[in-house]
């Protein structure tokens, strides 16, 4: 935990338990209040790469089921209501997705080498490892 982010664990912490120098402790005492923080703690949030508390979604979404229903009334006049739940996920709205057409395989071929690549990139500054495997396995359909 703390070398993903020493800070959050350190503000948890302090919030939680009242322990503003944890390193005075011992490192199994540390754990076990570690583990004892709450779900929508700081550190727990970035291990499951949550931006905002889970409340904080549900309202998000309840706002975003409202602003369907009134666009919906409104007989869909005015632009359509940008999902804020998708905002706050960094899910791509209908107006960031981007479509792509492929005219031949080579261009699809170069174009999903570019993305695996950006994605090992993003990985390596992470630290993450994750998507190793799948990123490993660029010539699997080499044979098609």
Known sequence: MKQIDEDALMCDLAETYGIYDYTQLPLMKVAVFAYGLSDDSRIKRRFSNQRVTLDTLILASVYD????????????????????????????????????????????????????????????????????????????????
């Open 65 to 144: 089921q409202l602003n369907a229903v009134i666009y919906a009334f409104s007989n869909r006049k005015g632009t359509e209501p940008v999902s804020l739940t998708d905002t706050l996920m960094d899910r791509p709205t209908q107006s960031t997705k981007k479509e792509h057409a492929f005219y031949s395989r080579e261009d699809f071929d170069q174009a999903r080498s570019r993305l695996l690549e950006e994605l090992r990139k993003e990985d390596e500054e992470r630290g993450d490892t994750i998507r190793e495997s799948v990123c490993a396995s660029d010539s699997v359909n080499e044979g098609d």
